[in-house]
């Protein structure tokens, strides 16, 4: 039987299925299926509101709008699980280039392809990279406020909120360096003006969400608002993609980071 390849999502009963492109044959099982559900890797679905799930790992019950279509929920905890490793690669790191500090964290077990473990190493990069650059932080006391404020953003706020949490983390990285608080003048000012410059960046390049291009996105928007605003200068690399053939979803040439838009790379 020859393999079909769909290229919508499905909606079944008010549920987005997210399987684009991926074939409807029996091969996506061992070929196709990367970086979904991390049970058991099937694709995963979205629902319109929240239903009472349990963690599959942990058994933890809360509600979420996220599971496998077989049923399987990975709360945020376990999703991240391991995550507290990017500490101590930060405090040894001396690049100053945040790009090259994130694909080190990608690099990492704990890190998945999409995943809320993404809200913390934006903003956990930058602040490196931005010490690393001459920029007057404790960078241990900032990556702990980090760590926290990060894992407060959940997974599937891109779509849900209207937000992306890869943005978010980008304004928690100038809200941190900045000492801004909710009575704050102009850091507060800076702080939301840097998640809106990430978040119009990604909107520009609309969806399906992946967590790798957008935190690229919010990294050079981070980079340049630093640069004009702070006066520290990041090393701003070229980045081309290595991470689509792990993405169900990838946009191909949408994408500015798409290999086939670097021919000579």
């Given amino acids: 039987m020859k393999c079909r390849q769909p290229f919508k999502t499905v909606l079944r009963h008010g549920i987005m299925h997210v399987i684009t492109g991926l074939p409807t044959c ?64 930060c405090l040894a790191e001396s690049s100053k280039n945040p790009v090259e500090i994130i694909e080190k964290m990608m690099a990492l077990p704990f890190c998945h392809m999409h995943g809320p473990e993404h809200h913390v190493m934006v903003g956990a990069s930058l602040l490196t990279a931005y010490k690393n650059a001459g920029g007057a932080i404790d960078l241990e ?31 928690m990285f100038v ?8 009575l704050s003048q102009q850091p507060f000012a800076l702080s939301h003006r840097m998640t809106a410059k990430s978040l119009g960046a990604i909107g520009e390049i609309g969806g399906p969400r992946c967590c790798k291009r957008d935190s690229f996105l919010s990294i050079l928007s981070a980079i340049d608002f630093v640069k004009e605003y702070f006066g520290i200068e990041m090393e701003k690399p ?20 798409a290999k086939a838009n670097h021919k000579s790379t």
């Fill in 26 to 89: 029996g091969i996506w099982r061992r070929i196709a299926m990367k970086e979904e559900c991390l049970i058991c890797k099937a694709p995963l679905e979205y629902l319109d509101a929240d239903e009472m799930m349990e963690c599959a790992i942990c058994h933890k019950k809360e509600n979420s709008k996220t599971r496998c279509i077989h049923g399987h929920y990975v709360c945020n905890d376990c999703h991240t699980a391991g995550m507290d490793t990017i500490i101590g690669l």
């Fill in 141 to 171: 006391s900032a990556l702990a406020e980090m760590m926290n404020r990060g894992k407060s953003v959940p997974g599937g706020a891109c779509g849900f909120w209207g937000a992306c949490g890869a943005g978010i983390s980008s304004g």
């Fill in 175 to 182: 809200s941190i360096i900045s000492k801004s608080t909710p």
């Fill in 238 to 257: 070229d980045i081309v993609c290595t991470h689509s053939s792990q993405n169900n979803q990838c946009i191909g040439k949408r994408c500015p980071f």
